[in-house]
């Protein structure tokens, strides 16, 4: 928030606090590069750099699903359970 006084900012939630936020119902979906990919789920093998991935993250940003259709994602989402919320 900012601070009228000595306009500084300070965060409104912790790191911590952040990553718990949804206590596991909630997810979103992220669209990557193949090049991306690699980083969140490293079990994955070779993948073509420019393809489009898409990925179900968890609330904290925690690797759920990756597929290649953002309808899937979404589908997954609701089959268990978890909200999907957009990102902007």
């Given amino acids: 928030m900012m601070n ?3 306009k500084t900012s300070s965060p ?3 790191p911590e606090q952040f990553a718990h936020l949804g206590g596991g119902t909630v997810a979103y979906v992220k669209a990557m590069k193949g090049s991306e990919v690699q980083r969140l ?3 994955v093998g070779a993948i073509e750099a420019n393809i489009t ?3 179900l993250l968890g609330a904290d940003g925690s690797p759920i699903l990756l597929t290649d259709s953002k309808d899937a994602a979404l ?3 609701w089959q268990h359970d978890l909200q999907p919320v957009s990102l902007h």
Avoid: E, G
């Fill in 75 to 77: 589908a997954n989402a």
């Fill in 53 to 55: 991935l898409y990925a």
């Fill in 4 to 6: 009228a006084a000595n």
């Fill in 12 to 14: 409104v939630m912790t």
């Fill in 41 to 43: 789920f490293p079990q």
